[in-house]
């Protein structure tokens, strides 16, 4: 288990541009595969994005593809969500989340072992 702590939700127009970050409890960071994921009011969690271990492959899911970015610094033991171009349909909690697996397709909730707490993102019309 790892403990993870998000920071840096907020509220933003639409088309503008919010970076999360969750740092990490572990001294094995760089072992660890992360992902991000939201979950809007009456909807289920989402996959949103996830860079593996070791190799830092990145996988996105459609909708915010060619918007946002994962990002991995591993002598910070952080990761990133960069989100560009941000739109209404992007409000939700924003949680990241450490998996000892290395992905070869995009990543589910149940192959995630640790969880943050949430950041609520908020994008206004």
């Known amino acids: 288990q790892v403990r993870l702590v998000e920071s840096g939700g907020g509220l933003v127009q639409a088309g503008g541009s919010l970076r999360v970050s969750c740092a990490a409890s572990?001294?094995?960071?760089?072992?660890?595969?992360l992902g991000w994921f939201r979950q809007a009011p009456g909807k289920e969690r989402e996959f949103v994005a996830a860079i593996t271990r070791f190799y830092g492959t990145t996988f996105y899911t459609d909708s915010v593809k060619g918007r946002f970015t994962i990002l991995r610094d591993n002598a910070k033991n952080t990761v990133y969500l960069q989100m560009n171009s941000l739109k209404p349909e992007d409000t939700a909690v924003y949680y990241c989340a450490a998996s000892e697996q290395y992905f070869l397709r995009g990543p589910k909730v149940s192959d995630f072992t640790s969880w943050g707490q949430g950041t609520q993102v908020t994008v206004s019309s």
């Open positions: 572990t001294r094995v960071f760089s072992a660890y595969s």
